[in-house]
């Protein structure tokens, strides 16, 4: 019995000494639960579908007849039920463009679907489109043009009461909304009422942007707020549909505005951030943004959607790619083999996870606590990380593979709960006899995908450079 209590106490003891290692603190700005959420996402689509599809253009001048708009075989559950099998997680739908025709039939105005002769004035697209959204299980998001070309009162004060107005009627009558998208588009020539005339705003205080971005949080409070700059996702300063290759996650957010002039800030962003912000890739599968007949032969290969891919979700952002539906209310066939198709490249790289299988050493972990071991990495779990004492910047993981493998693409992830720390980083690879450099990066951030030329190793290795706390890696894949 005396033996036992013995080895009671020193159990305790142990237990005790344990949970003085504390985990990591948050290193600088992190991440809203929402944020968390919308970055898992990774892959998205965005619907331009309105009465530019019928005129063939990608900007509506607002003086377009409603009576243009009529779709001929509309069926959203095709349409979202596309793009679930694509891989898409959540869509995006243009609700109002910058020609300011509604696809609701919205009580501000009448240029509307309910003016239009399709579904006899009865229709509405958003209520189609975001119903078939959630039968699927996809998220379904809203984008409200605040430039109008078509309203008499753009340009005065009255018109932020419209504008609010029709914001309030989508995140009140749809359901969840998972993303509300704005953008910097703001004003210039346009019909206005009959008007036809140019009218300028200051795009820094005119739309009185965090109002409105109160507006979204009080109705629709689990939604993020996309804009140039944010105030939870942020352009990345391009429409081509991909990120720098450093891409922070940090943003001085109140130097930012929809509309700001130093976009290309946006593609890297600010390492001294004051934010979490992270980057959204916005680019069309087509050309334009709308469907055009004359485009059906110059969409994106697949794999140039591949390599986007990598260059986006890869970089630490998202990727909503823009698949714009024809005239008849549908995905073009050729859009959809180009989705297809790469959805089926990615399926095949990302097929096997060789490290899964291997087994993980580090050259240092706090406190010698399991909790914060090396085999975090590749335990499947994104809950746990590898981590280093507190003073400690530097510092590599090892995952022995356990049999030689031919290998081209290393997946690495942070646990961003904690911040985004890593600012330099290296990946090697052993072939049973010498190290040799596989591939050298910068950020890591939520995902960071790297490729590389495939050889047959036993071993890979990542090295911590440089990092502004002690890292935390949640996730090191190898494909």
């Known amino acids: 019995m005396k033996i036992l209590r013995i080895l009671s106490v020193l159990l305790i003891s142990a237990g005790a000494a344990d949970s003085q290692v504390e985990p990591p603190r948050a290193f600088g700005p992190v991440p809203s639960p929402a ?71 919205t009580a501000t105005t009448d240029h509307s679907v309910k003016k239009s002769p399709w579904r006899n004035g009865r229709g509405d697209i958003v209520k189609e489109i975001s119903d078939a959204c959630r039968d699927l299980g996809l998220g379904f998001g809203v984008y409200l043009s605040p430039w109008d070309r078509n309203s008499a009162d753009y340009g005065r004060p009255e018109y932020l009461d419209i504008y609010r107005k029709q914001l309030s009627e989508l995140l009140t009558n749809y359901g969840p909304i998972s993303e509300v998208w704005f953008d910097g588009a703001n004003g210039g020539d346009g019909y206005y009422g009959g008007a ?3 009218r300028t705003i200051d795009r820094k205080t005119y739309y009185q942007w965090n109002e409105t971005w109160g507006l979204v949080k009080k109705l629709q409070p689990q939604a993020v707020i996309f804009s140039d700059g944010g105030p939870d996702v942020r352009w990345v300063g391009d429409e081509e549909g991909y990120a ?63 390599n986007l891919y990598f260059q986006s979700v890869g970089r630490n952002a998202s990727l909503l790619l823009n698949v714009p539906p024809d005239r008849r209310g549908r995905i073009h066939p050729t859009d959809s083999s180009a989705l297809m198709a790469f959805k089926e490249l990615r399926e095949e790289t990302f097929r ?3 490290a899964r299988r291997g087994r993980a050493s580090a050259t240092a972990v706090r406190g010698n606590d399991p909790r914060f071991a090396a085999a975090n990495v590749n335990d499947g779990n994104p809950e746990t990380y590898w981590s280093t004492d507190g003073g400690m910047t530097t510092g590599s993981v090892v995952v022995e593979l356990d049999s030689q493998t031919t290998v081209g693409c290393v997946l690495l992830q942070e646990y961003i709960s904690l911040g985004q720390r890593v600012g330099k980083f290296s990946i090697d690879l052993w072939d049973g006899s010498a190290w040799t450099e596989g591939a050298t990066g910068t950020t890591i951030g939520y995902k960071r995908m790297l490729r590389f030329s495939p050889r047959p190793v036993t071993k890979i290795r990542l090295t911590i450079v440089q990092s502004g706390a002690c890292p935390a890696i949640s996730t090191i894949s190898v494909f």
């Open 244 to 306: 720098g290759e450093t891409n922070w996650s940090l943003l001085r957010r109140n130097e930012v505005y929809p509309g700001y002039d130093k976009y290309t800030e946006l593609i890297s962003e600010h390492a001294d951030g004051t934010h979490w912000v992270p980057a959204e890739c916005d680019v069309s599968i087509r050309p334009g943004w709308f469907y055009h007949p004359n485009q059906d032969t110059l969409v994106k290969s697949p794999i140039a959607l591949y």
């Open 35 to 105: 944020q968390v959420t919308w970055q898992k996402l990774e892959y998205s689509a965005f619907l331009h579908f309105s009465m530019n599809t019928f005129t063939d253009k990608e900007w509506g001048y607002g003086d377009e007849p409603e009576s243009l708009f009529m779709p001929t075989a509309f069926d959203a559950a095709s349409m979202v039920r596309t793009l679930k099998e694509a891989g898409m997680k959540s869509v995006i739908l243009t609700c109002k463009h910058h020609d300011g025709f509604c696809l609701w039939p």
């Open 352 to 354: 096997v996870n060789y």
């Open 196 to 198: 036809r005339e140019t």
